[in-house]
Nanobody, 125 residues
Framework: QVQLVESGGGLVQAGGSLRLSCAASTRTFSSLQMGWFRQAPGKEREFVAIISGSGLSTAYPDSVKGRFTISRDNAKNTVYLQMNSLKPEDTAVYYC??????????????????WGQGTQVTVSS
């Protein structure tokens, strides 16, 4: 069992930045593919970013590409999501997730094995 704990959410003005962190309780963190998702009220969960176990491969949807950056520190069992140029439409609860499979940028959210509790990000206009 892997526990994931997100932090770093908050209220920020449009154009601002936030960095989310997700700490994992596991000895095999580097073998996990890690993803970030978000869900706004009344909307479906949306894929935000994914990173391979080594950190060498990443993928993003067009909605955040060029503004968000996913990274990881395997020594600290932590994955990060740096969010720049935030927009009001980025407002959502952000979740990190882990999957015990080789890197696949097309993996669906329901295939992830573990989820965090989420952290709220609110972007004011």
């Amino acid at each position: 069992q892997v526990q994931l704990v997100e932090s770093g959410g908050g209220l920020v003005q449009a154009g601002g930045s936030l960095r989310l962190s997700c700490a994992a309780s596991t000895r095999t963190f580097s073998s996990l593919q890690m993803g970030w998702f978000r869900q706004a009220p009344g909307k479906e969960r949306e894929f935000v970013a994914i990173i391979s176990g080594s950190g060498l491969s990443t993928a993003y949807p067009d909605s955040v590409k060029g503004r968000f950056t996913i990274s990881r520190d395997n020594a600290k069992n932590t994955v990060y999501l740096q969010m720049n140029s935030l927009k009001p439409e980025d407002t959502a609860v952000y979740y990190c997730a882990a999957i015990r499979r080789p890197y696949n940028p097309y993996v669906k959210s329901d295939e992830y094995d573990f989820w965090g509790q989420g952290t709220q990000v609110t972007v004011s206009s």
